[in-house]
C-alpha cells in the first residue's frame, strides 16, 4: 500500500485537476467574449462540467499532495522546494474552488468576463504550482526511485571524505575498493596504515564550531588525522552515510565498516575544493562542496573529481550531520581547472 500512495497517487490526480482546470477556463474564456447560441452554448456547458470535474480533483490532489509532504524522503534543499509548492497550491487550490462553486451556481447564464479573467489568472497559479511541482521530480528527484548503478568510467563510484568535509571519493578502479555489495573493504591495503584511532585524543567540546560549514570543515580535518572521538562527536546517532550504492544508517554502523578507509583514503591524498554551497533554513542546513582531488593511495594515482552533500540539524544547540553523500569520478582534462 505504501507503494501505491507514493508516489504515485499525487501526480497521477495533478494531472487532472490542471487539465480539466485550465482546459475549463480557456472555454469560459472564449464563451464570455462571444455571443450566446449554437457552439458556444456547448462549449459553455463542456467548460462548466470541466471546470467542476477539475475543481473536485483538485480537492484530492491537495489531500494527496499533503500526504506526500509529510511522508516523502527530502532533504534540506528539497524541504525548502516543497515548501514553496504547497505555499502556491493551497492559496491556488481554494480560488479554484470558490470560482468553481460561484461558476456552478450561475451556470445557466454565460459567464461575466471579470469572472473568465479571474478564473485565467488562478489557471495561471495553477501552472506555476505545477512547476514547482515537476521541480521537486526533475529537479531534487523526490519520489522516485534511482536509476540502476552503471558501472565503468565516471558512473562507479567510490567515497571517501574531502578537503573542507569529507570531499574525497575515489572510483573503484582507482581506489581500490571492493564495492560489489554496497560496502567498502575495510581492511586497507599493507602499504597505507590506517590511523590509529584508539591513540586519538578526546574531542574538544569547548572548541565546537558554531557554523554548519565549520562542522563540515572539522568533519574532514578528524578524519584526516584519525580523530575518531572528533568524527562521532560531529555525527547524530543515526546519521546516513551514503556512497557507492549504499548506504549505512548510524555512526556504529559506519565506525564498523567505511570509517577505516575513509580515514585512510584522506590522509593518504590532497583535496582542492572548488565551490562550495551552504542552504541554511532554521534548525538544518546543507553544505554541497565540490572538490578535486590528487595523490597517491594503495599504490595507485588517484585524480578525481568529488561531490559532497552534507545535511546538518542543530541538536542541543550543535549543529550535527545527519546525512552525507560523496560520488566521485575520474578527472578528465576538461574538468580539471
Known amino acids: 500500500m505504501q507503494n501505491l500512495i507514493e508516489p504515485n497517487i499525487h501526480p497521477m490526480l495533478v494531472h487532472f485537476a490542471y487539465a480539466l482546470t485550465v482546459t ?61 509548492h504547497r505555499n502556491w497550491a493551497v492559496p491556488t487550490a481554494i480560488a479554484i474552488l470558490v470560482l468553481s462553486v460561484w461558476r456552478w451556481m450561475k451556470r445557466k447564464n454565460r459567464p461575466p468576463f471579470l469572472f473568465s479573467v479571474l478564473l485565467l489568472a488562478a489557471a495561471a497559479s495553477l501552472s506555476v504550482t505545477a512547476w514547482w511541482g515537476g521541480n521537486l521530480v526533475y529537479g531534487h528527484g523526490l519520489g522516485v526511485s534511482r536509476m540502476p548503478m552503471v ?10 571524505p574531502g578537503e573542507g568535509h569529507g570531499d574525497e571519493t575515489e572510483t573503484k578502479e ?13 581492511d586497507a591495503a599493507p602499504d597505507t596504515p590506517v590511523p590509529d584511532v584508539e591513540a586519538a585524543s578526546d574531542f574538544d567540546v569547548s572548541a565546537y564550531p558554531e557554523t554548519p560549514e565549520g562542522v ?9 588525522a584519525g580523530d575518531e572521538p572528533a568524527v562521532r562527536a560531529m555525527l547524530a546517532q543515526n546519521v546516513i552515510i551514503a556512497e557507492g550504492g549504499g548506504a549505512e544508517r548510524s555512526v556504529e554502523e559506519y565506525a564498523g565498516h567505511h570509517m577505516p578507509a575513509d580515514m585512510a583514503f584522506t590522509a593518504a591524498v590532497d583535496f582542492s575544493r572548488k565551490n562550495r554551497d551552504v542552504i541554511v533554513s ?22 578525481s573529481r568529488m561531490m559532497e552533500t552534507m545535511v546538518l540539524r542543530r541538536i542541543d544547540e550543535r549543529w550535527r550531520i545527519v546525512h552525507i553523500h560523496w560520488s566521485s569520478a575520474p578527472l578528465t582534462g576538461e574538468h580539471e581547472h
Request: net charge negative.
Open 24 to 84: 475549463g477556463a480557456l472555454s469560459l474564456f472564449v464563451v464570455s467574449l462571444s455571443p450566446t447560441g449554437g457552439w458556444r452554448d456547448t462549449l459553455k456547458s463542456a467548460g462548466d462540467w470541466m471546470l467542476a470535474f477539475g475543481a473536485i480533483a483538485i480537492v484530492f490532489t491537495v489531500a494527496a499532495g499533503f500526504q506526500a509532504y509529510y511522508s516523502v524522503d527530502h532533504d534540506g534543499p528539497s524541504h525548502a522546494a516543497m515548501t514553496t
Open 174 to 186: 582507482t581506489a581500490g575498493h571492493d564495492n560489489s555489495d554496497g560496502h567498502h573493504d575495510n
Open 151 to 160: 558501472t565503468g568510467e565516471g558512473h562507479d563510484h567510490e567515497h571517501a
Open 282 to 303: 532554521e534548525d538544518i542546513a546543507t553544505v554541497i562542496s565540490e572538490s578535486q582531488v590528487h595523490g597517491e593511495f594503495r599504490g595507485e594515482p588517484v585524480h
Open 216 to 224: 563540515v570543515d572539522a568533519y574532514a580535518a578528524a578524519l584526516r
